[in-house]
């Protein structure tokens, strides 16, 4: 079985730790760093400040669930 959705923030990419990740249907990747390796297999990618991102993206969805 394959994960839906991988959400990464603060990650680098490294080969470790993406190997996995290959057959996700979406990946987020949020990093500050632009050459990122994370970036090359998300199929979103966020260049940014995880700790502005995260907060805003959880109120997001907080509001919508309530919606």
């Not at 990740?21 to 090359?40: D, L, R």
């Amino acid at each position: 079985m394959r994960p839906k959705l991988i959400i990464t923030c603060g990650v680098s990419g490294a080969i470790q730790f993406t190997s996995c990740m290959n057959g996700a249907e979406c990946i987020v990747a949020i990093n500050q760093n632009p050459e990122a390796q994370i970036f090359k297999i998300a199929h979103y990618c966020l260049t940014d400040d995880l700790y502005q991102v995260v907060p805003q993206l959880a109120k997001l969805l907080r509001d919508r669930k309530e919606d």
